[in-house]
């Protein structure tokens, strides 16, 4: 399709079939676009909302072009949150796959370069010494001995590596990072999907309600895309949906400013190791334990969301945490 054509067609408000989606994704992957027309395709959905069948297109087309991964039928768990929520917080999602790592539960965690926040995933796991890799064999052994891996998705998702710069230069969120965590290569067991906003909460609801993973939503009503503690917390999963306080699931509320992010990847990556070291500020470890806590409970193994979240304190506090994280990175 010409992009000039398919611009002009959503223009007129007018929004694409799955499969429409699906072919316009296959040609930016194939450089058939140029900079200026991605630009141009991504700011239509800054200014309009994506149908379900568009998200369902564009997820069609990067998991038929994805490099597959293959765990050996391991039982694995993602924690991702989709960004864009503007709120500069350290990496959560990242930290706490560690923590569930230092429990024993297996995590394949699906990571990109920060496009609309200062340090994403990615850019924290390279500045702290990560090599990535797509090496079936490599990340096996990864899963064996630190119950961890790590999938930097621009090299799992050609299309994603085509649009990451001109993502990086708007500087502001777009529907990729909603497809972020739907496209795990692994395909995992479990996901526990941080979102910024409630209606795309019901979109990865309605998605996700028809496949056969686990999974768990989480918003905090005040726009992160975590459980913030700064404020109550919708959770959504098969079985409903729930608000919970922050003292509920964290003992604790906190400030905003208690788990901001450096200004900076190398500050970033400074505030990484204090806290997987355990040497993280009150605030800043229950915002991770709670996050944590949430993701094991989301596997269906334990009897409570008290027991997780006490498995969490075990991991971080005893230093397994740290440990997984030493093996991983050969720090």
């Not at 429990?103 to 994403?120: D, E, F, L, R, W």
């Not at 702290?128 to 961890?148: K, P, W």
Request: glycine share 8%; with cysteine.
């Amino acid at each position: 399709m010409i992009m000039k054509k398919i611009l002009n067609f959503l223009f007129e408000h007018k929004s694409l079939s799955r499969e429409q989606a699906r072919d316009v994704l296959h040609q930016m992957s194939n450089n058939l676009y140029s900079d200026a027309e991605i630009a141009a395709f991504i700011t239509v959905y800054l200014m309009r909302s994506i149908t379900i069948e568009e998200l369902q297109g564009f997820r069609d087309a990067l998991m038929e072009l994805c490099v597959p991964v293959d765990l050996n039928g391991q039982d694995v768990i993602d924690i991702v949150g989709t960004g864009g929520d503007g709120k500069n917080t350290f990496n959560i999602s990242t930290l706490s796959c560690f923590i569930v790592a230092g429990t024993g539960t297996k995590v394949a965690k699906h990571g990109n370069y920060g496009a609309s926040s200062i340090s994403g995933s990615s850019n924290v796991m390279e500045q702290l010494g990560y090599s990535f890799n797509t090496d079936q064999a490599v990340l096996n052994r990864e899963l064996d001995e630190a119950n961890i891996c790590f999938l930097h998705a621009p090299l799992f998702h050609p299309a994603l590596k085509v649009v990451g710069p001109i993502r990086k230069k708007l500087g502001v969120r777009t529907f990729f990072n909603m497809l972020g965590p739907l496209v795990n290569p692994a395909s995992p067991t479990y996901q526990l999907i941080g979102v910024y906003h409630l209606e795309m909460a019901r979109i990865y609801n309605y998605l996700l309600q028809q496949g056969s993973s686990a999974f768990t939503i989480i918003h905090s009503l005040d726009g992160y895309d975590e459980i913030s503690l700064t404020s109550d917390i919708k959770v959504i999963n098969k079985a409903g949906e729930k608000i919970y306080s922050a003292e509920e699931l964290g003992k604790r509320t906190v400030s905003p400013q208690d788990i901001k992010g450096g200004n900076s990847v190398e500050e970033a990556a400074k505030i990484f190791l204090t806290i997987i070291k355990g040497e993280g500020s009150w605030a800043q470890n229950a915002v991770l334990l709670a996050n944590s806590a949430m993701a094991l409970q989301c596997t269906g193994k334990f009897k409570s969301y008290d027991d997780c979240y006490q498995l969490a304190v075990e991991s971080l506090e005893s230093g397994r945490a740290y440990q997984s994280f030493q093996k991983l990175t050969g720090r």
